[in-house]
């Protein structure tokens, strides 16, 4: 059974700072991996995709990688802001064509001090 | 594009009471899933539909049943309430090759 862990839980740094975000998984057979972010008492916001053939994706300030051969996926985050406040979820999808839904990591609380 | 919807938004039960929660999607999509997120426990997945006419269950599918009505809908229903389904409910969707789309989720007390 597959199974996502994100270090660390929580984070607290102050502003400006650059930062990752770490996930691994068990089972390196993924279709593709997806970051998101929750803020309080909100629905998911999808950051980014990767698909399993590809390394890196990009999107303004928010870069993540993925080595499936180690089962492992980062988020970097540039020059933090308090608007990035929230909690960051990673979640894959296995190789059964994917419809059989994601396997969510618990996530990273991260906390941008003003 | 209004993505993916859900009904209600907030809802009280009584144990033993029943509901439906409603979802549908505007993007055509083939696949639809109901998730679960608790404290602690994280999102995990309930039941889901890859295709029109096609349902399967996932990690925790006990005390629900679930429709596809069509394409664009899936709803989930809790035929007898019971405390330990307090919690959050969201629908997503997906399509080959593409990012899950969730809604906005359900927030579900049961007393």
Redesign the interface.
Known sequence: KQEVTQIPAALSVPEGENLVLNCSFTDSAIYNLQWFRQDPGKGLTSLLLIQSSQREQTSGRLNASLDKSSGRSTLYIAASQPGDSATYLCAVIGTGGGADGLTFGKGTHLIIQP | NAGVTQTPKFQVLKTGQSMTLQCAQDMNH??M?W?RQDP??????IY?S??EGTT?K?EVPNGYNVSRLNKREFSLRLESAAPSQTSVY?C?S?V??????????TRLTVL
Do not use: C
């Open positions: 083939n696949s899933y998730y602690g426990m994280g999102l995990r997945l889901y890859a295709s399967d996932g969201f997503a997906w080959y090759y593409n990012e899950q789309f969730f809604g906005p989720g």
